[in-house]
């Protein structure tokens, strides 16, 4: 068996060696739909099947609290809450919590502090997770008072800011304004939360007691209580649905004890999400899945074109067939032989697409690493990828090479040894299935036009769509404040003022202004909720901090009233501005904005009443495909180290800056500035307001530009497959063709001849790619935008441009049908 596989090969490598041209044609169609549907995977599988590599992690699940804004989502719940969750539940083996140390958190190191993400977390988390450190201890065997502020780092930090020091272990460091001692160190590539921020890690252990008092201080005594994220691990013999029945009974008694009547209302329900989907937003989890599927079509269209290929190759080969057959051959052995040539295209298919699929991972992961929480996979395959490529590959060698192999070894052997003998009746059917899988090949390529099609028109319609704001010269930095350098200062005097200044008196620059976040970025998003009087459904608004300069900066429109100015300072009225969809909400008269104005919202402190001065045109928020939602605007220059709401001007702000000059000489300018104000600043985060316009597309963009180069391939591989068939049947009929013209026929007919079985062709193809494409809609409708998913006009742009392309192919082998000289003809013949 050996000698004969090994006798398999070799003859294999011969036959490569004689056509290459053949081998080049097949492997290189091949890797085109082995490395999408392989990069695809990879993606997939780092993003859905298995985001997170911790012990068990199935059992891992994230607990919320339902509202009734989003039932399927939900909000953090507070200590109190996860008391009574871990005293009443039998479901879970142990619960674990965490919250943020803060928005940003530095550490502290001359001359210039780094920036790193830190974690307040349970004591049990990292066993709860199936992790320990190591190097040193985890917090669960911590001594108290012996092991004063415990810290556990990641190796990250470990390595890159201490160099790998062996004496890490109890060594002090500072973070922000605290010192903590080093406890352990966790292992490589561990990280948690799996979508934190790409810094240098650090986890503290978690003290709800000291953080309720940290968080009424940082919050001006408001009373705000901290809210944790919760991750628990289901017990072995519990199902998911079964734990998620027992939570919702018992956050029904917890919300009962709950003072406001709304909370009472919108949070009866617990919301269980395993881990590894909470990590991804349901648009990416559709856009991913549809991609994948998108990769496979174009796979099967692969395999199909190369089954085509080998039809024609066996056909070719009849007589070498008979000839084997005739020497004692058994159909099993040229069977094993003609499988083996497919496994070996297939294996080395499969090599070239592996690295046609790590180039396009590399190509776009600046694009997936905006869209997917987790980050772009690793460009190194893991034993799971090699793995499915290693399947495809054989499922592919046999779904392409069984069906031609089956057919030549089924033919009959005498007609084949004659001399000339063609058999025509096998030919036809022969030409009649392979033109069946071309027709296949184009429903197919036209489902992945049509797609691709309403992709982009959801993509320029959402282009046209007004924003409410100017968008072009506007550079936006990100500024992540280093709280511990402004403890006990005024942040705005210390900080944000002269900033301004300074980057106003740059040349070119002609206006800046702050906010807590641009419009579509994806910074620090502030919502808040107040109860109303009489009955009234409560108030719900997106809330920013704003500069006065901010709506002559970004050009939006006053409906009524008037915007902030110099005169709104601290010692003169608060002042907020809402936008025409708050208006329209909550104001006495929704059809006249001016009523708005006047209308007071809360105290900004005591004795300081917030009045509506402005109302402002909606603007584009957090999608562009969304409505304006209400909006509260507080003026940044009246805010105080006493109020409340001064904590979000604490944490970081967004600089907006106009100018007519180019990027390339502002931005060092601008960094130069921010090092000034603080040497942290420097490294800010600074695009334009444009690119953030474009980075809010999100998974349509992504899904847009990967469905162009699937919709490319297959309809490259149509044509060439088109092409093909129809120069083989030209070469093949190339005798009958001499006779039609020696008796008489015109070049035009024999034009017409093969045009016609072309049209016949993307006749079938194109009739059931519009079924497909129709079937397919509901897949695609979740990603379009102002455009029907069943438009007549994109499906008949697509199959006009499918049709256009498949008979120009087909025009070159009729051409030369036409231009076939019957003498030469019949004597070859």
């Known amino acids: 068996m050996l000698e004969h596989l090994l006798q398999d090969l070799t003859y294999t490598f011969r036959q490569t060696r004689r056509s290459l041209g053949f081998a ?120 108290v ?49 799996a979508d934190a921020p790409d810094f240098p890690q650090i986890w503290v252990p978690a003290d709800p007691a000291g953080d309720e008092v940290a968080e009424k201080r940082a919050n001006g005594n408001l009373g705000l209580p901290t809210n944790y994220s919760v991750l628990a691990r289901l017990r072995p013999a519990t199902t998911l649905a079964g734990a998620r029945t027992e939570m919702n009974v018992i956050q029904g008694r917890v919300a009962s004890g709950y003072k406001d009547p709304n909370a009472r209302k919108d949070n009866r329900e617990a919301v269980l999400i395993p881990y590894s989907q909470a990590l991804v937003g349901a648009d990416i989890r559709k856009a991913l899945l549809a991609l994948l599927g998108a990769s496979v079509v174009l796979w099967l269209i692969a395999v199909v074109n190369v089954t085509n290929l080998l039809l024609a190759r066996s056909t070719a080969r009849q007589r070498e067939i008979a000839v084997r057959g005739a020497l004692g051959a058994s159909r099993g052995r040229v069977l094993q032989q003609m499988l083996v040539e497919g ?78 003998g063609q058999q025509a009746g096998g030919g036809r059917r022969q030409h009649r299935l392979r033109g069946l899988l071309v027709s296949v090949e184009i429903a197919m390529s036209l489902m992945l036009l049509v797609s691709c099609g309403l992709l982009l028109r959801s993509i320029y319609a959402l282009r046209q769509v007004s924003l409410g704001y100017r968008t072009d010269h506007i550079l936006v930095a990100r500024l992540d404040v280093p709280s511990y350098r402004f403890n006990g200062r005024n942040v705005l005097l210390a900080l944000y003022r002269p900033l301004l200044e300074r980057v106003r008196e740059v040349k070119g620059v002609e206006a800046a202004g702050l906010m807590s976040e641009v419009p579509l970025g994806n910074g620090m998003r502030m919502e808040f909720s107040m109860s109303s009087e009489g009955g009234k459904p409560p108030i719900r608004a997106v809330l920013k901090l704003v500069s006065p300069d901010i709506q002559r900066l970004f050009g939006m429109r006053m409906l009524v009233g008037r915007y902030f100015s110099s005169e709104d300072t601290v010692g003169s009225d608060a002042k907020v501005v809402v936008n025409r969809a708050f208006a329209q909400a909550y104001a006495t008269d929704k059809y006249n904005l001016a009523s708005a104005l006047g209308m007071t919202m809360w105290e900004l402190k005591r004795d300081r009443p917030l009045h509506i001065v402005g109302v402002l045109d909606d603007e584009r928020q957090v999608s562009i495909s969304k409505p304006s939602r209400p909006e509260v605007e507080i003026c940044l220059c009246q805010m105080e180290p006493d109020i409340g709401m001064y904590a979000i001007a604490s944490f970081g702000m967004s600089l907006a800056l106009r100018t007519e000059l180019p990027e390339k000489e502002i931005i060092p300018h601008l960094r130069a500035i921010l090092r000034q104000a603080a040497p942290e600043l420097e490294q800010s985060d600074i695009t334009t307001m444009d690119q953030v316009v474009e980075n809010s ?16 391939a297959a309809l490259l591989l149509c044509i060439a497959g088109l092409y093909g068939l129809l120069a083989y049947i030209v070469a093949q009929r190339n005798h009958e063709l001499g006779i039609r013209i020696a008796l008489g026929a015109s070049r035009s007919n024999l034009l017409w001849l093969v045009l016609r079985q072309a049209s016949t062709m993307l006749l079938l193809g194109v009739s059931g790619g519009a079924v497909l494409a129709w079937l397919s809609a509901r897949f695609v409708g979740s990603f379009v935008f102002d455009v029907s998913a069943h438009d007549g006009w994109t499906l008949s742009a697509a199959a006009v441009l499918m049709c256009g392309c498949g008979l120009l192919a087909a025009y070159f082998p009729a051409r030369r049908a036409a231009t076939i000289d019957p003498c030469v003809a019949l004597r070859a013949e």
């Open 697 to 712: 597309y999100g998974s349509q963009r992504l899904a847009a530009h990967l469905l162009e180069g699937f919709g490319g």
């Open 343 to 420: 496994l070996v295209l297939s294996g080395a298919a499969s090599l070239l697409g592996l690295g046609f699929a790590i180039v396009s991972i590399r190509m776009l992961a600046r694009q997936l690493k905006n869209h997917l929480p987790l980050g772009p996979p690793s460009m190194t395959p893991d034993s799971r990828i090699l793995l499915a490529l290693l399947g495809m590959t054989i499922l592919t060698a046999a779904t392409a090479t069984v069906w031609p192999a089956w057919l030549a070894i089924r033919a009959p052997i005498e007609p084949a040894l004659r001399q000339g």
């Open 24 to 143: 080049a044609a097949v492997i290189g169609t091949l890797a085109l739909g082995i490395g999408a549907a392989a990069a695809l995977f990879t993606v997939v599988d780092h993003a859905l099947i298995r985001p997170v590599q911790f012990k068990n992690a199935d059992q891992l699940v994230e607990i919320l609290k339902s509202t009734r804004l989003n039932p399927t989502g939900g909000t953090t719940p507070a200590w109190t809450d996860i008391e009574q969750w871990i005293e009443e539940s039998h479901s879970f083996e142990s619960f674990a919590y965490w919250t943020g140390m803060g928005p940003h958190n530095f550490l502290v190191k001359e001359p210039v502090s780094v920036e790193i993400s830190g974690e307040s977390v349970s004591p049990n988390l990292f066993k709860t997770l199936g992790v320990l450190p190591e190097l040193g201890r985890d917090f669960s065997s911590a001594s």
């Open 145 to 193: 008072g012996v092991d004063a502020n415990p810290a556990e780092i990641s190796d990250a930090l470990w390595r890159g800011i201490f160099a790998g020091s062996k004496d890490i272990l109890g060594a002090r460091i500072r973070i922000n304004e605290k010192t903590y001692t080093v406890l352990g160190v966790m292992p490589p590539g561990f990280k948690f939360p």
